[in-house]
């Protein structure tokens, strides 16, 4: 069986880059499926700039780029590209572009659903979208 291909928004990798907490725990969680063979764990350029701009805020440049550099390394970089944009700009559903950038990528990645805390930002979405905690209850869990 193929792995599950799982996208994080980027407020997922924010929580986990700034330990926010209650949160941390299911973020840090489902950040770990990047080393389970189940599951393809993705996100975008764009993602991993947000995560970066919030955890120099709380890390300083030199940790924080550390920490992107890890992340970078560990998950799986979506593409964006004129197609994403296109798409976005396209669907008239899309009130956030920055959202709309993520789904049009992870749609391309092949990715099964989206996980967020922000799940009416993707309310155009034709594909799962779960909050970390939901999505280790459904599909690591069991």
Do not use: W
Request: proline fraction near 4%.
């Amino acid at each position: 069986m193929p792995p599950k291909r799982i996208f994080l928004d980027a407020n997922v990798l924010v929580t986990v880059l700034c330990n926010e907490y209650p949160r941390f725990s299911a973020c840090a969680r489902v950040l770990s499926l990047a080393d389970d063979k189940r599951f393809e764990v993705h996100t975008s350029p764009l993602c991993l700039a947000i995560g970066a701009y919030f955890a120099e805020k709380k890390n300083g440049k030199k940790l924080a780029r550390k920490k992107i550099a890890l992340l970078a390394e560990k998950l799986k970089i979506t593409m964006m590209d004129a197609g994403v944009v296109e798409q976005t700009m396209a669907n008239v559903q899309i009130t956030d572009i920055e959202d709309g950038f993520e789904y049009y990528s992870a749609l391309d990645a092949k990715c099964v659903a989206i996980l967020t805390y922000d799940r009416k930002d993707f309310h155009f979405s034709d594909i799962p979208i779960l909050d970390p905690a939901d999505f280790l209850l459904e599909h690591v869990a069991k």
